[in-house]
């Protein structure tokens, strides 16, 4: 069965500070994952994705992710956070197949950003 | 930003009446898809549809019903509101010009008193 686990319900940073959140997946095939960020209040925001090819993939607002398989990881890192990007992040993951691609999310991870 | 609007934004509603949510698109995507969001949850998916009165159940269907009559708007009804409906409710789109990327609405407030 398809699942995402992201271990970490909640993370403070300091402003400036690297960021790490993880995500796991469990999937039967080689999947689509996806990081997405939600401001309170707000929609969902695509930061990054990974279909396939280099496994370092670039994201908006200076995000990037490395899909690892053999761990069936797929982290989230920036190398310097600021206070705007506090709010809550979202993996998710889907199937590698032209239709309609029902993505199974994380439960979440939010982040807080301190002076 | 993609042309995804929800109506309405913020809805309170009481046990067992019908409600019904609307998703509208301008971008002429194929794929609509309802999702509800709850705290420890992240997002479920309740229905999606690949086409014009095509449509299959998600996660967590039960409650739910969904019809698509046009290419730009898929409705979501909960034919007897309860409680444990109570939610925000995100409408997306996707399509293969988009690699299938998901774009998502602003979000439903419903709250079933």
């Known amino acids: 069965a398809q699942s995402v686990t992201q271990p970490d319900i909640h993370i403070t940073v300091s402003e400036g500070a690297s960021l790490e959140l993880r995500c796991n997946y469990s999937y039967g095939a080689t999947p689509y994952l996806f990081w997405y960020v939600q401001s309170p209040g707000q929609g969902l925001q695509l930061l990054l994705k990974y279909f396939s090819g280099d496994t370092l993939v670039q994201g908006i607002k200076g995000f990037e992710a490395e899909f690892k398989r053999s761990q069936s990881s797929f982290n989230l890192r920036k190398p310097s956070v600021h206070w705007s990007d506090a709010a809550e992040y979202f993996c998710a993951v889907g199937p590698q197949q032209t239709g309609a691609n029902n993505l199974f999310f994380g439960t979440g991870t939010r982040l807080t950003v301190i002076p | 930003d993609a042309g995804i609007t929800q109506s309405p934004r913020h809805k309170v509603t009481e046990t067992g009446t019908p409600v019904t949510l609307r998703c509208h698109q301008t971008?002429?995507?194929?794929?609509m898809y309802w999702y509800r969001q709850d705290p420890g949850h992240g997002l479920r998916l309740i229905h999606y549809s690949y086409g014009v009165k095509d449509t299959d159940k998600g996660e967590v269907s039960d409650g739910y019903s969904v019809s698509r009559s046009k290419t730009e708007d898929f409705l979501l009804t909960l034919e007897s509101a309860t409680s444990s409906q109570t939610s925000v409710y995100f409408c997306a789109i996707s399509d293969i010009r988009d690699n299938y990327e998901q774009y998502f609405g602003p979000g439903t407030r419903l709250t079933v008193t």
């Open positions: 971008e002429n995507h194929r794929y």
